[in-house]
């Protein structure tokens, strides 16, 4: 094990007071961002990067910042777009480690590692080397990912740190056998009409049947029709639920709540527009709720449920310059009441089994240079805003 690079190779330092920031690229530019905007530090000014440096590195130790819902931790190490608890304190990502060059790519990027971060010592290591462009999948503490060695592609899965590894091979010709996001293990697609005849369907976790919807003649048809949960076992029969199959849209598995989110945001997205998430139990209970409109819904968006309400991320970036979050970050939406946690363009967030605490990787678009890194949000912790 590793311990992961605290910063990334172009940046060198960076204020984690979210209302000023001076970031140093690895050309050696200097720059201020605050509620001006972005200014260049002159190059007469350069010997100040030293104390900077000191005065940075105090900052980031005695400095945490807190929001009115909980409290931020931005652990610095550089991250990808997902994110998974493995328990109520660890969290698996895949980042990079910028002190190595991947071998692999023409450019010899940093080299794609996936991490585990450690909220008891503040720390991550290296799980494992992995291919930049290639997938990561978690679920319900099983693990699935590829790495490369010797020119070959390889297959990891099983418990994570007990994973079994396989070389992989192109598949058959006409297969429909492919990974099944949300248990992250291959299924054989062919059967579906075995198991519930005339219907497709996305299985769910073992024993928990398949979220699903009728064969129909035409598009038009299917996207009028209902979805079902289709129940596991013989003798049972498709329920159908109040969600259209235009409604249909991402659907995940929510540890906390040991049950299925499906999430739907309109496809033409503007402020006025409103989310909803369906939680499917696996009963065949569903519940809704409605994501208030507002500027934060132009952009995409994703939806997961935590201890203290629904968290949101949105990706509705501002049109002022290319450092402007607009209205992009992660929110808390509570009894029809929306607060933002962290501004930033956002990954896809990760809620730990107890509810409590909040992953993801945000670029903080604080300046030239900056890249997303994990951030960890505690619900369960409160605070204040930064400067009260």
């Not at 190595?100 to 940093?110: E, G, Y």
């Not at 099983?142 to 990891?156: E, F, H, M, N």
């Not at 919807?213 to 329920?239: C, D, H, I, R, T």
């Not at 402007?324 to 967030?349: I, N």
Request: proline share 6%; charged share 25%; hydrophobic share 35%.
């Amino acid at each position: 094990m590793v311990e992961a690079p605290r910063r990334d190779d172009l940046v060198v330092a960076n204020s984690v007071d979210t209302r000023w920031v001076v970031t140093e690229t690895a050309s050696g530019s200097i720059y201020w961002t605050g509620k001006q905007g972005v200014k260049r530090i002159p190059t007469a000014a350069w010997p100040i990067r030293w104390v900077l440096r000191a005065l940075f590195a105090l900052v980031a130790i005695a400095y945490l910042p807190v929001v009115g819902a909980g409290q931020v931790t931005d652990t610095g190490v550089r991250a990808r777009k997902e994110a998974y608890w493995i328990n109520n304190d660890q969290v698996l990502f895949p980042g990079f480690d910028a002190t190595r060059a991947d071998a692999a790519t023409i450019s010899r990027s940093p080299q794609s590692v996936l991490y585990i971060w450690d909220e008891r010592t503040r720390k991550a290591t290296a799980h494992a080397d992995i291919p930049e462009s290639d997938y990561v999948c978690y679920s319900n503490g099983y693990i699935s990912y590829a790495v490369r060695k010797d020119g070959k592609r390889y297959i990891r899965e099983g418990k994570v740190g007990a994973e079994t590894e396989r070389e992989w091979s192109q598949p058959a010709a006409r297969s429909k056998v492919d990974r099944n996001e949300i248990g992250c293990r291959d299924f054989d697609y062919s059967t579906a009409d075995k198991i519930y005849p005339g219907f497709l369907f996305v299985p769910l976790l073992d024993g928990d049947g398949y979220y699903g919807w009728q064969k129909q003649e035409s598009n038009v048809e299917a996207l009028k029709s209902p979805m079902f949960y289709l129940a596991a076992g013989k003798g049972k029969k498709p329920v159908p639920l109040p969600i259209l199959g235009a409604d249909k849209d991402r659907i995940s598995y929510s540890e906390y709540l040991r049950a299925y989110v499906i999430e739907y945001t309109p496809s033409h997205r503007k402020a006025d527009s409103v989310g909803k998430v369906w939680i499917l139990y696996p009963t065949g209970k569903v519940t809704e709720s409605v994501i208030p409109a507002g500027p934060w819904m132009r952009g995409s968006m994703a939806y997961v449920p935590a201890k203290e309400g629904m968290i949101m991320s949105s990706r509705a970036l501002g049109l002022k310059s290319r450092f402007d979050p607009g209205h992009a970050g992660l929110y808390l939406v509570r009894e029809q009441k929306v607060e933002q946690l962290v501004s930033g363009f956002p990954g896809r967030p990760a809620v730990s089994p107890n509810g409590c605490k909040v992953a993801a990787a945000i670029n903080l678009m604080t300046g030239p240079g900056v890249r997303a890194t994990l951030q960890i949000v505690d619900l369960c912790k409160k605070g204040k805003k930064n400067g009260d």
